[in-house]
């Protein structure tokens, strides 16, 4: 039947996708992977405005194959470095915070995985969020516990930071596991503030807003689709279709 020749296809093209990217994040060694800026963010020195952005990028290691890493960065008017606010797993593990607040360069490549932008304001109205996007990852509820898998996690941060801030409409990808674990609720604005979602623990749920589309969340792992951006969200490949980056 053609229905199950589809999701045959589906299922191989993910497999190809899990191996292709399997071979690329595993490869080297992370304490040498390039930590390297790409250029992505406004000078400081040359850009006086307000910046806001949001990046991700894939995950080191096997973990890359599955998901990515995100993080928050920030610069007031006039200033002459970025603020970097991340959630970081190893820290919990040495009986740190979760939360890294930093002015690490925020377009640095993760471990050798380019960052891709996936939010960015700038000037006053990038200026007028500062302040709340500090607060709101500051407040962040899970600063002393980190899972890989469903969450808390470094998107169950970006997640928690977008929805205090919805003026970011942040769309996390679907391969962001962790953005749908909630912090004490099973229902919720989606992080992009469009919409509403509900998960069970970031395992079981379903979501819908403007920015985001339709997703399905099954055990972590999002199938969706994005008639805005004219996309599919798939696990491990992301997003694929005219509006996938």
């Known amino acids: 039947m053609l229905w199950k020749r589809r999701y045959k296809f589906i299922f191989l093209a993910l497999a190809v996708v899990g191996f292709a990217i399997t071979r690329s994040v595993m490869a080297g060694d992370w304490r040498t992977a390039s930590r390297e800026p790409t250029g992505a963010a406004p000078d400081p020195a040359q850009v006086k405005e307000a910046v806001v952005q949001v990046y991700a990028a894939r995950a080191w290691g096997w973990r890359g194959a599955f998901g990515v890493h995100s993080w928050i960065a920030v610069k007031p008017e006039d200033a002459v470095e970025y603020t970097v606010y991340e959630v970081i797993g190893w820290r919990v593990l040495h009986g740190n915070t979760a939360l890294n607040v930093s002015n690490r360069s925020p377009d640095s490549r993760w471990f050798g995985s380019e960052p891709e932008i996936i939010s960015e304001l700038r000037g006053k109205k990038a200026g007028a969020l500062i302040s709340r996007i500090d607060a709101a990852a500051r407040a962040y509820p899970y600063n002393d516990t980190y899972r890989i898998w469903p969450g808390p996690n470094s998107n169950t941060f970006t997640a928690f930071v977008a929805r205090a801030v919805p003026e970011l409409k ?18 919720a604005p989606t992080p992009s503030g469009t919409g509403y ?5 970031g395992l079981f749920g379903v979501l819908a807003g403007v920015e985001e589309g339709f997703e399905v969340n099954i055990l972590g792992l999002t199938f969706g689709i994005d008639p805005k951006g004219l996309a599919l969200k798939l696990p491990l490949a992301g997003r694929i279709g005219f509006g996938a980056s």
Do not use: E, R, Y
Not at 177 to 185: A, E, N, R
Not at 197 to 201: K, L, Y
């Open 197 to 201: 979602q509900v998960s069970i623990f």
């Open 170 to 187: 942040v769309d996390l990808p679907p391969t962001a596991i962790g953005k749908d674990f909630l912090s004490g609720t099973f229902f």
